[in-house]
């Protein structure tokens, strides 16, 4: 564990140096293919069509369709609106490094191209990337080093709309008897299903609409270390991150309610950062390692943007690129900034190689929490056992490497936003009886000075294994990941001012198993094949949810017969489970005057009534 840096995982990054001597250059390429593996099973249009008959029947109407009609449809077929919307994607990537250097400065420069486009038709991703270092030894105890990455991604139609305007889920709902090209050879993009879904057309949600998401980020990071004596050393770094996106929306006519739309989104933000490190490392009497770090080191971040949506577009045709021609909607502006200042300790000790230990503590102050609760302790502590090491079972010679792991740290989470302890209105629009409106300000969070540091306890078990020698290598391990103090955006009733409030709200539990296994079945100068199978089984538990009952997220599918959202916050139950009614199937003709107790005929949906009240709802 790393203490809070570490609250969603670590992933060690090496960069890729250059080597001394002859410049390299190397090209990779790789080409890929994507497609969704199976999809929904549905009823054909034919069948499709005798069932809204009978339900027609069961309700006591006219039949939608004829008997030409069905017939029609059973022997042409109907729509597949699955496969209409759904793509075989053949991405391409390529990277071009050079390196090289001199017996006191090494270099690498490499750029990269990837070109992937989604299975859903008219998405697409694109990104550029280059990235360069430079290293170099300027004495005996001077060094100096700086690396500069940088790159620019385009998304095209990947922020797939939530709920009704979804196309994956309209393909599921919309009723495979509308065509999909109308008389003239065009996609039919009628609004609506006249005997299906309530949503728009499938097709048109992904033609008619457009989200662009533009990324552009460049980071530079430059450093000085000195040797001080021959294993101790001190490393000062700093570094700027800058990065600005933009995102741009626009809706036809055809999936608007409201005359086309258009949004349109930017921000920017620049971190700054400062690292300070002391190391030590020394073997003694040629069995004794010794690792000592203390490190501090300081952020800052900055982050600035505005967004503007426009309806009822005069000219839909010019999307976001004029934004006067149709009603404006409120604009919004914002800035914000966060601190953290971090000291951190660790010491790792081996005794020839067999018998490992490391321990470390971490002191996170972050300026997003207030008063007393700026400041995070995060310890832990881990043991290893090399068994291979040890001489009964080098002469066995069946593994490689055999090592048993245990480990315990706390990690912390600040994941919230620079003045969420702070109330904040939002812009309103007030109407009054004569039906005027006038502009007005609303709450939009709740204060609370007592939010603080969300802390995570794991504990791991691991056994690793690589076996001789036929390349083949297996880990196991069983963690339990206990959380506290989860911070969570709580909603609040209107009636104690609406808005929202963040929250430390429980205890969340996760354990589970993690199994790897891989294999180098052939290994050489030319060609290599390397093999790799991961299972994972996680068990995840709400433990307690402090004062606040049922928590439900926001709505993100639609509402229906209830507007409560479809994802609960239950003690007992996993993070993100499904609420809503239990569907029982539908009426049938002979429950006839059960299904009146609930104003239902036969053909409706039917739903349990788990309190016996003859009420659904």
Not at 206 to 209: G, H, N, S, V, Y
Not at 445 to 456: A, G, H, I, V
Not at 495 to 505: R, T
């Given at each position: 564990?790393?203490?809070?840096?570490?609250?969603?995982?670590?992933?060690?990054?090496?960069?890729k140096?250059?080597?001394k001597?002859?410049?390299?250059?190397?090209?990779?390429?790789?080409?890929s293919?994507?497609?969704?593996?199976?999809?929904?099973?549905?009823?054909n249009?034919?069948?499709?069509?005798e069932?809204?008959?009978?339900?027609?029947?069961?309700?006591?109407?006219?039949?939608?369709?004829?008997?030409?009609?069905?017939?029609?449809?059973?022997?042409?077929?109907?729509?597949?609106?699955?496969?209409?919307?759904?793509q075989k994607?053949?991405?391409?990537?390529?990277?071009?490094?050079?390196?090289?250097?001199?017996?006191?400065?090494?270099?690498?420069?490499?750029?990269?191209?990837?070109?992937?486009?989604?299975?859903?038709?008219?998405?697409?991703?694109?990104?550029?990337?280059?990235?360069?270092?430079?290293?170099?030894?300027?004495s005996?105890?001077?060094?100096?080093?700086?690396?500069?990455?940088?790159?620019?991604?385009?998304?095209?139609?990947?922020?797939l709309?939530?709920g009704?305007?979804?196309?994956?889920?309209?393909?599921?709902?919309?009723?495979?008897?509308?065509?999909?090209?109308?008389?003239n050879?065009?996609?039919?993009?009628?609004?609506?299903?006249p005997?299906?879904?309530?949503?728009?057309?499938?097709?048109a949600e992904?033609?008619?609409?457009l989200?662009?998401?533009?990324n552009y980020?460049?980071?530079?990071?430059?450093?000085?270390?000195?040797?001080?004596?021959?294993?101790?050393?001190?490393?000062?770094?700093?570094?700027?991150n800058?990065?600005?996106?933009?995102?741009?929306?626009?809706?036809?006519?055809?999936?608007?309610?409201?005359?086309?739309?258009t949004?349109?989104?930017?921000?920017?933000s620049?971190?700054?950062?400062?690292?300070?490190?002391?190391?030590y490392?020394h073997?003694?009497?040629?069995?004794?390692?010794?690792?000592?770090?203390?490190?501090?080191?300081?952020?800052?971040?900055?982050?600035?943007?505005?967004?503007?949506?426009?309806?009822?577009l005069i000219y839909?045709?010019?999307?976001?690129?004029?934004l006067?021609?149709?009603?404006?909607?409120?604009?919004?502006?914002g800035?914000?900034?966060?601190?953290?200042?971090?000291?951190f300790?660790?010491?790792?000790?081996?005794?020839?190689?067999k018998?490992?230990?490391?321990?470390?503590?971490?002191?996170?102050a972050?300026s997003v929490?207030?008063?007393?609760?700026?400041?995070?302790?995060?310890?832990?502590?881990?043991?290893?056992?090399?068994?291979?090491?040890?001489?009964?079972?080098?002469?066995?010679?069946?593994?490689?490497?055999?090592?048993?792991?245990?480990?315990?740290?706390l990690?912390?989470?600040?994941?919230?936003g620079?003045?969420?302890?702070?109330?904040?209105?939002?812009?309103?629009?007030?109407?009054?009886?004569?039906?005027?409106?006038?502009?007005?300000?609303?709450i939009?969070?709740?204060?609370?000075?007592?939010?603080?540091?969300?802390?995570?306890?794991?504990?791991?078990?691991?056994?690793?294994?690589?076996?001789n020698?036929?390349?083949l290598h297996?880990?196991?391990?069983?963690?339990?990941?206990?959380?506290?103090?989860?911070?969570?955006w709580?909603?609040?009733?209107m009636?104690?001012?609406?808005?929202?409030?963040?929250?430390?709200?429980g205890?969340?539990?996760?354990?589970?198993?993690?199994l790897?296994?891989?294999?180098?079945?052939?290994?050489?100068?030319?060609?290599?094949?390397?093999?790799?199978?991961?299972?994972s089984?996680?068990?995840?538990?709400?433990?307690?949810?402090?004062g606040?009952?049922?928590?439900?997220?926001?709505?993100?599918?639609?509402?229906g017969?209830?507007?409560?959202?479809?994802f609960?916050?239950?003690?007992?139950?996993?993070?993100?489970?499904?609420?809503?009614?239990?569907?029982?199937g539908t009426w049938?003709?002979?429950?006839?005057?059960e299904?009146?107790?609930?104003?239902?005929?036969?053909?409706?949906?039917?739903?349990?009534?788990?309190?016996?009240?003859?009420?659904?709802?």
């Open positions: 564990p790393y203490g809070s840096r570490g609250s969603n995982g670590v992933i060690i990054i090496t960069t140096k250059g080597s001597g002859k410049t390299q250059l190397s090209l990779t390429s790789r080409l293919s994507s497609q969704v593996i199976k999809t929904y099973d549905k009823l249009a034919g069948d499709y069509a069932t809204v008959n009978a339900y027609d029947a069961a309700v006591g109407i006219n039949p939608y369709f004829t008997a030409d009609q069905i017939n029609g449809f059973k022997t042409n077929g109907g729509t597949d609106w699955q496969k209409e919307i759904y994607a053949l991405g391409q990537q390529y990277e071009l490094g050079i390196d090289g250097g001199t017996d006191k400065t090494s270099y690498h420069i490499s750029g990269s191209y990837q070109d992937l486009p989604g299975v859903i038709k008219n998405s697409f991703y694109k990104f550029y990337s280059i990235r360069s270092n430079i290293n170099t030894q300027l005996n105890k001077f060094s100096t080093y700086i690396n500069f990455n940088g790159f620019i991604r385009n998304n095209t139609n990947t922020f709309n939530a009704q305007a979804n196309p994956v889920a309209q393909s599921i709902a919309w009723s495979p008897t509308v065509p999909t090209f109308d008389a050879g065009y996609h039919n993009l009628v609004k609506s299903d005997i299906g879904s309530v949503g728009f057309n499938p097709i992904i033609t008619e609409r989200a662009k998401a533009s980020n460049a980071n530079i990071m430059g450093g000085l270390l000195y040797k001080i004596i021959p294993d101790l050393s001190f490393n000062v770094q700093y570094g700027v800058y990065s600005t996106s933009e995102y741009k929306n626009f809706g036809d006519l055809n999936v608007s309610p409201e005359g086309g739309y949004t349109r989104n930017t921000g920017t620049i971190g700054l950062q400062n690292t300070n490190t002391l190391n490392k073997t003694f009497n040629g069995d004794h390692h010794l690792d000592v770090t203390a490190v501090l080191e300081v952020q800052k971040n900055t982050w600035e943007g505005f967004n503007v949506g426009i309806n009822h839909p045709s010019f999307m976001w690129n004029n006067a021609l149709g009603t404006a909607q409120q604009p919004g502006s800035i914000s900034e966060s601190a953290m200042v971090s000291l300790g660790r010491v790792s000790y081996a005794y020839k190689d018998y490992l230990f490391s321990g470390t503590i971490r002191r996170d972050a929490f207030r008063d007393n609760n700026k400041v995070g302790y995060f310890p832990s502590l881990s043991l290893g056992w090399v068994i291979s090491n040890e001489q009964f079972m080098k002469d066995l010679n069946a593994f490689k490497l055999l090592k048993l792991r245990g480990s315990w740290g990690t912390g989470n600040q994941a919230v620079a003045y969420s302890t702070y109330a904040t209105y939002k812009s309103a629009t007030a109407t009054y009886s004569n039906n005027s409106n006038v502009p007005a300000i609303e939009d969070r709740s204060e609370n000075k007592d939010l603080k540091w969300e802390t995570t306890e794991q504990k791991d078990l691991d056994l690793d294994m690589q076996f020698p036929i390349g297996a880990s196991v391990d069983y963690f339990v990941k206990d959380t506290r103090d989860l911070l969570f709580v909603g609040l009733p009636f104690s001012g609406g808005g929202g409030i963040e929250k430390n709200i205890e969340v539990t996760n354990k589970g198993w993690e790897s296994l891989g294999a180098t079945p052939v290994s050489s100068h030319n060609f290599s094949w390397n093999t790799e199978f991961n299972y089984v996680v068990n995840n538990k709400i433990v307690k949810l402090t606040e009952g049922d928590i439900f997220d926001d709505p993100d599918i639609g509402w017969m209830t507007s409560l959202p479809e609960v916050l239950r003690e007992g139950e996993s993070m993100g489970a499904f609420w809503g009614y239990q569907y029982l049938k003709p002979k429950d006839q005057a299904a009146a107790k609930y104003g239902a005929v036969p053909g409706d949906s039917r739903y349990a009534d788990l309190n016996g009240d003859n009420t659904i709802g």
